[in-house]
């Protein structure tokens, strides 16, 4: 049975971790990607240990953030392996996620890694992993990408073009020719 101390402190609690969301939110957003968890703690006011009980590290509040993006990127990455027409649903995937990585500071670094701190991240990415892999092997079948590429090829590549597009302007004409690029690449010589 629960006492009456302990629904406050958990509602506090979960208060807290949502300002320190969202003051990481806000940091990004200003384009300050340090996340340093001692700055955030004392924006938020709340203790560094209250900002290290939520989140061990930078990567794990990256990932908290970034949450939300990538569990519609993975339905979208589940849809698309539907698709009738592999390589259009791989075109399709792809425009969203960058679309998605581009909007959303941080994001492109939790896709793009190869571990993650969260186990519900991880979770997601073997989820996208599976996905993009079904659709993947559709598309080769059909000889529509490399034979050797892999999801987390995919993820990686995502990575890449959003770091190269934010090292400058890229109005949406740039964003265009990127992913073009990044769409014909994948094609087998």
């Not at 101390?5 to 990607?33: F, K, Y």
């Not at 924006?43 to 989140?55: D, I, M, Q």
């Not at 939300?68 to 979208?76: C, D, I, K, N, Y």
């Not at 581009?102 to 993650?116: N, R, W, Y």
């Amino acid at each position: 049975m629960k006492s009456r101390g302990e629904t406050p402190r958990r509602a506090d609690a979960a208060r807290n971790r949502e300002r320190v969301l969202r003051i990481a939110r806000e940091q990004l957003t200003a384009g300050d990607e340090s996340l340093q968890l001692n700055t955030i703690a004392r924006l938020a006011g709340v203790g560094v240990g209250t900002v290290y009980r939520h989140f061990p590290g930078r990567n794990a509040l990256l990932e908290a953030i970034s949450h939300g993006s990538l569990a519609e990127l993975t339905e979208r990455a589940e849809s698309a392996a539907a698709n009738g027409d592999p390589l259009a649903g791989l075109h399709e995937l792809l425009r969203f996620a960058l679309t998605r990585t581009l909007a959303e500071p941080g994001f492109a670094g939790v896709l793009g890694s190869p571990t993650a701190a969260d186990p519900a991240t991880a979770a997601l990415k073997s989820r996208f992993d599976k996905a993009a892999g079904r659709l993947l092997r559709r598309a080769k079948q059909q000889g529509q990408v490399h034979e050797d590429l892999r999801p987390a090829d995919l993820r990686r590549l995502l990575a890449g073009i959003t770091h190269a597009l934010r090292c400058g302007p890229h109005p949406p004409r740039v964003v265009k020719t990127y992913l073009r690029t990044l769409q014909n690449g994948l094609r087998p010589s």
